[in-house]
């Protein structure tokens, strides 16, 4: 009962103190008629994605809960309808605020003049959805919870039961878990597909004909795609990012409390041991978010009217939280684990090892971070050296971004490897989940970081468009500039914590497989048997297929686009002479329906794959997939997201006079702005979905392997 409390406490309290911050928004100023008239443009567009959007989405939850139900049980359906539900509410609430803190952000700064109070009211707007990402999730927890562990009294059980009409023998707490999983999976992976094309498709059609065509500013009113692309920073890089790291701080909590179920029944360990493992995770996440808490209130109850330190303040806010949960979470596990017996856990440092997992996983991605800040911003060499390339032409900017994002691979990589090792090796298979735990046991500060970048950007594009004095814009672009670096430290996160997560999610899958696959307690599988190896060659091969359609994707609607920027400029050229207003609402049409249209066949790809290949060939294919599909899919996002980053802050670092003698309008900026361009789809699409899609296969695999383990057609045709 006790923990049931905490997380009702921890949850509640977010969820009342996002409510207050965004009803504290709503109530400042919107500043003059045309920034109103604007504000409303950019809302009512993204409202009407998210409505479009989800009613697709509404219709495939069903379907597969319905699945579910049937292959499965009916309680798995219920969990994995709940988690839809919070992952859909958290986003759409963390969309609505932005729409409305944009132009307040704006107004603040041309008000007031001063960068400290304009960065207060963004990052009170971001701190809405981080609080929201963290405080649903785990609200849709205690539910599960409650209702399921409780009530139904399952959470103590290791017993095994049969499901309905297919007869397989699953243990029913875990396996509700993963249905909640799959249901906040489902939400992220149509939110960051869905927005990720729209938002570029506008982002690249408004640069490719104003930028570089008719060399008008960005954000310019006369541009018609302007106001489509602040609709994509809402619905893309607010309600996506949202979702996903929701879907991620999931992840990482049922695959920690799977694990131990796991590691209950196999390896030999105490049942009484059970109440520890699957209490500490949720434990842990409910101190994380009292922390967070206290973190956002930290940086929203000082005067900071005086301060300039944009990124010390935003620091600050996430070490103060990441702070109060390390030394909490040591608390913790040394009350948890005290008098636990600790026999074949593999806990070399006794009742604080789970919390050494978990710091090694703070740490981890306090590293990762370190390093795309390092490959990203423009303080640094890499990307002077890549603004520096431009003065040479678009090829080699492109060229030196590439091979900037291929260098940044290593370092991530060798940081996550070392992770395991050393998490396994002083916490065994548990220490491994709770290391992604730990990178995400902030979420909601990390998620109130990212998500005041985009209501910046947004807000400078208001000011634009409304022509506002330059100090205002001045103001709003120092802010999207940290925004920027911000949001490649969490993508950063994100990818790391997503690897770890599936990690953990594969482990509690090789548990379930059939066969000689547990080996003095650990699950093992023979990467050399022919079936796991054709799995890992395929699964190698997934994320460039589901890259290559998100990137034909935005290409398809950024086309549509650039032809309707063209044709409004051609047959309306008092457009350009600000003699004629230009038709937003069409280009706002085009990238919905190019998103709507296009999202569908690459998001539900990783629904469907596992279990298609699990129904074809059985669970030890599936499991190379699982391998070869996440191993590239780190790989992947890295790369696109350094890369993307890069291109985007050497074309920032060329318009604010880092190169003498360039700057917009010259040839320097026209390749820079090529490089931009190229980048946007793969930081903004490809790589903030790569942690989604490997996760989202992990779990589809982990709920459906006890179903295609006993029926393949492989196993039908040679057993």
């Not at 929701?246 to 209950?264: F, P, Q, R, T």
Request: aromatic fraction near 8%; hydrophobic fraction near 50%.
């Amino acid at each position: 009962m006790s923990l049931s409390i905490l997380l009702l406490f921890a949850s509640i309290l977010a969820i009342c103190y996002a409510a207050f911050n965004f009803f504290k928004v709503k109530k400042l100023e919107e500043g003059n008629p045309l920034m109103q008239k604007i504000a409303s443009y950019i809302r009512g567009g993204a409202n009407t994605f998210m409505n479009i959007e989800y009613k697709v989405l509404s219709i495939v939850v069903i379907v597969v809960a319905a699945i579910v139900w049937l292959s499965l049980d009916w309680y798995v359906a219920v969990a994995l309808l709940i988690g839809s539900f919070m992952s859909a509410t958290a986003g759409l609430v963390g969309m609505k605020i932005a729409t409305y803190a944009n132009v307040r952000v704006t107004n603040e700064a041309n008000t007031t003049k001063n960068i400290g109070k304009t960065l207060k009211v963004a990052f009170r707007g971001g701190s809405v959805m981080g609080l929201c990402v963290a405080g649903f999730a785990l609200f849709g927890l205690v539910i599960v919870y409650i209702v399921f562990g409780r009530l139904l009294g399952w959470v103590e059980s290791m017993d095994v039961a049969k499901c309905w009409l297919t007869k397989i023998e699953i243990i029913r707490f875990p396996n509700a878990l993963s249905g909640y999983a799959l249901g906040c999976s489902l939400v992220a992976m149509f939110n960051r597909v869905g927005g990720g094309i729209y938002t570029k498709a506008a982002d690249m059609g408004a640069d490719l004909v104003g930028k570089t065509e008719v060399h008008i500013p960005e954000d310019d009113p006369r541009n018609p795609a302007t106001i489509a692309d602040n609709v994509g920073d809402n619905v893309g890089d607010v309600a996506g990012l949202g979702s996903d790291l929701l879907e991620s701080y999931v992840a990482s909590i049922v695959a920690a409390i799977a694990l131990g179920y796991n590691i209950i029944k196999h390896a030999n360990v105490a049942e009484r041991s059970l109440t520890a493992l699957y209490t500490f995770p949720l434990a842990f996440a409910a101190i994380g978010l009292i922390a967070c808490v206290l973190g956002v209130a930290s940086l929203l109850v000082r005067d900071l009217s005086k301060s300039k330190k944009v990124h010390a303040q935003l620091n600050g806010a996430t070490w103060f939280g990441a702070g109060v949960t390390f030394v909490a979470g040591f608390a913790l596990s040394i009350y948890l684990f005290k008098d636990v017996e600790l026999t074949n856990l593999g806990f070399r440092l006794g009742a604080a090892s789970p919390w050494v997992g978990a710091a090694v996983g703070i740490v981890a991605g306090i590293l990762i971070g370190i390093f795309a800040e390092y490959y990203t911003s423009s303080d640094y060499m890499p990307t002077k050296i890549l603004a520096e390339a431009s003065k040479e032409g678009p090829a080699l900017t492109i060229t030196t971004g590439l091979a900037l994002g291929m260098r940044s691979c290593m370092a991530p990589c060798m940081i996550l490897g070392l992770g395991i090792i050393v998490s396994y090796y002083l916490s065994g298979l548990y220490g491994v989940a709770m290391s992604a735990m730990g990178m995400l046991s902030f979420v909601a500060l990390t998620v109130s970081v990212d998500t005041y970048g985009p209501i910046s950007d947004n807000a400078g594009g208001i000011a634009e468009m409304s022509e506002l004095p330059q100090d205002v814009r001045n103001i709003t672009d120092t802010l999207d500039a940290v925004g920027n670096t911000t949001a490649a430290i969490g993508k950063g996160f994100a990818i790391g914590s997503g690897g770890l997560a599936a990690l953990a999610l594969m482990l509690s899958y090789m548990y379930s497989l059939p066969g000689e696959s547990i080996v003095n307690g650990l699950p093992t599988l023979n990467i050399m048997e022919p079936m796991t190896l054709a799995g890992a060659i395929v699964g190698g091969a997934l994320p460039f297929l589901f890259s290559g359609m998100l990137i034909d994707a935005v290409a398809v609607a950024a086309r549509k686009m650039v032809d309707e920027v063209r044709r409004q400029f051609k047959e309306h050229p008092g457009i350009l002479e600000k003699k004629e207003d230009p038709d937003h609402n069409q280009c706002i049409k085009i990238s919905t329906e190019g998103a709507i249209n296009q999202m569908k066949v690459p998001a539900l790809m990783a629904v469907v794959i596992p279990v298609v290949c699990g129904l074809l060939f059985g669970a030890h294919f599936v499991g190379g997939i699982l391998i070869g599909s996440t191993i590239c899919s780190i790989m992947i996002a890295v790369f696109t997201g350094n890369a993307g980053g890069a291109w985007d802050n050497g074309k920032k670092y060329i318009e604010q006079g880092g190169i003498p003698g360039t700057g917009k309008g010259t040839a320097v900026h026209d390749a820079a702005i090529v490089g931009d361009t190229v980048g946007d789809p793969l930081k903004d699409t490809v790589g903030p979905c790569m942690d989604i899609f490997i996760k989202i296969m992990s779990t589809v695999s982990l709920v459906a392997v006890s179903v295609f383990a006993e029926y393949n057609l492989w196993s039908f045709i040679f057993n």
